[in-house]
């Protein structure tokens, strides 16, 4: 199966199982909370971060399908940080994936709210009874979540971010702060589906290495559509990182050094994945698409 048709599919399903989970709270959640949740969970996208869950379980040889409920989380997550990123008091967008941000649709407090919502009810998610994979791997899936959300993960490289705005900062410094605010995330989604599939220690530190490659390469691929201002591509309004003074890459080094590395980082991810069979496929497809959509 090419890597389109693979991730048209896995996407579907990712979003079915969304639709299906939002459903389960109609009856309990305050009206407006869920709609607003709702608003930004099930919003169009690629999907990216569940699918790499199920991605890497398949790499191990484990099946897919029963860990829907792990990648759901993941992307509720996901949905969480946009909306909160998205505020006045951070990057102060008004567009994220073609539609207005939560907050232009909801106001500020819903969307603080929802955000929460989704975060906190992601962990409800993983430590669900019917969740297939026996309770240490559960464990550990959540603790990556957890670890990968917080504050040596995603808040602790939004704080660098937004301590770095307008201010000179050194490539180290940059890609610690990628690696931390997107990076982080990505990685943990690897590592997830390949606890949940029963990974090896060798498997799961090449895994791991794989997932970090193409974190701090998703974020550069972002900036560089930011740069050149594709607004289809990101669906949020173009050169905004350069209004803000934000550290990226492109910044640093120009477009054409800022691809060389995104060359270079594609490269070392898909040697990340040499040992792994053909099951590795998707993996080595995300990979590709990660980086050749700023090429």
Do not use: W
């Amino acid at each position: 199966m090419k890597i389109e048709e693979y991730l048209r599919s896995r996407a579907a399903e990712v979003d079915a199982a969304l639709v299906e989970l939002i459903g389960e709270y109609r009856p309990k959640v305050e009206p407006k909370l869920l709609e607003a949740m709702e608003y930004s969970l099930v919003s169009p996208g690629k999907r990216i971060r569940p699918i790499l869950v199920l991605a890497a379980a398949e790499a191990v040889g484990a099946e897919a399908r029963p860990l829907l409920p792990f990648a759901c989380a993941a992307e509720m997550v996901h949905a969480y940080s946009l909306v909160h990123d998205d505020l006045p008091a951070m990057d102060d967008d008004d567009l994220r994936r073609g539609r207005p941000t939560n907050h232009k649709v909801f106001g500020e407090g819903i969307a603080i709210l929802a955000g929460d919502g989704l975060l906190t009810e992601a962990f409800a998610v993983m430590s669900r009874d019917r969740a297939a994979p026996p309770v240490e791997r559960r464990l550990a899936a959540i603790r990556e979540l957890a670890a990968a959300a917080g504050a040596e993960g995603m808040v602790g490289g939004q704080t660098a971010d937004v301590l770095a705005e307008g201010r000179a900062a050194d490539l180290p410094e940059v890609e610690s702060i990628h690696r931390r605010k997107t990076g982080a995330l990505l990685r943990a989604c690897v590592r997830i589906g390949a606890l949940l599939g029963g990974a090896d220690a060798a498997s799961l530190e090449r895994l791991s290495r794989y997932g970090e490659t193409i974190g701090l390469a998703f974020q550069v691929a972002d900036d560089l559509l930011d740069e050149i201002g594709d607004t289809r591509a990101t669906g949020k309004q173009a050169q905004r990182d350069r209004a803000r003074g934000k550290a990226t890459v492109p910044a640093l080094l120009g477009v054409e050094r800022a691809r060389g590395l995104l060359r270079e980082l594609r490269a070392r991810s898909l040697a990340d994945l040499d040992g792994f069979g053909p099951n590795a496929d998707p993996l080595r497809g995300i990979a590709r698409t990660v980086v050749d959509r700023a090429l």
